[in-house]
């Protein structure tokens, strides 16, 4: 039996000691924010900066609507 008692002993005395280690914090370095829509100055108005880039876009258009009434 003391063997017995001493294998029970150094097992629970192990698991002490790792859980004790595993209780530690991880400290996770937080994102750094992103701008998703940044304007960009160097050509002017309408222009945005790609997000992860440095290349300005300008999305922009014209629709053109016709119509006629009465008799051809």
Known sequence: MN????LLGSAAALAAVSGAQAADAIVAAEPEPMEYVRVCD???????YIPGTET???IGGFIRVQGSFGRD
């Open 3 to 6: 063997i017995k008692s001493l």
């Open 42 to 48: 160097a050509f002017g108005t309408g222009y945005f």
């Open 56 to 58: 300005c876009l300008k």
